[in-house]
């Protein structure tokens, strides 16, 4: 008797397991062929994928990301937000937070929320304090920032040169 437990027991262990393994292969599958989608410029199914990857694993922070990515293509810039947003509170890795903030302050920069913006460089800056490109775009938001503080008579004169921010570039493209 304990023998026939002991076999029921192990085949129900062999079973989760094998559900498991299938579950991240179908996880993967769907990130990769996102993946592809995307680098094709095919957007809307690249968004399928994604989705679909994250009803397997609801917790896939490399989904979460790549689907950010790509409604931002699309520019459905608030459902973009809202997937970095999601990414952030789950991921646990430096680099990978790094991007998702950078590519939250390109979305808030591009909205002229400069403020935001900052915010969300310096905690990019905070996971990598090697990417020059994020200290760029928080140099160039900060003084946005500080231009739309000062006082209106104390800024330049019209014709007198003022420095240009650059367009920031989104760190688009699935990681």
Do not use: W
């Not at 646990?92 to 979305?107: C, E």
């Not at 090697?130 to 928080?138: G, I, S």
Request: net charge positive; aromatic share 8%.
């Amino acid at each position: 008797m304990r023998m026939l437990k002991m076999k029921y027991i192990l085949f129900a262990a062999f079973l989760l397991s094998a559900a498991g393994i299938s579950a991240q292969k179908a996880e993967r599958d769907y990130i990769r062929k996102g993946n592809r989608l995307f680098n094709d410029s095919v957007f809307v199914d690249a968004e399928v994928n994604y989705r679909k990857a994250l009803e397997v694993n609801p917790k896939s922070t490399v989904s979460m990301y790549n689907l950010g990515n790509t409604l931002s293509q699309q520019q459905k810039f608030q459902d973009a937000m809202e997937q970095y947003a999601s990414a952030s509170k789950i991921e646990k890795d430096k680099m990978k937070l790094a991007h998702i903030y950078h590519n939250m302050g390109v979305l808030f920069q591009a909205g002229k929320d400069y403020a935001k913006a900052v915010d969300a460089y310096k905690m990019s800056l905070r996971n990598n304090p090697a990417d020059h490109e994020t200290r760029y775009n928080l140099g160039s938001c900060t003084e946005n920032v500080e231009r739309s503080a000062e006082p209106t008579g104390s800024r330049s004169k019209p014709g007198s040169k003022q420095r240009s921010t650059a367009e920031a570039r989104s760190e688009t493209g699935p990681k």
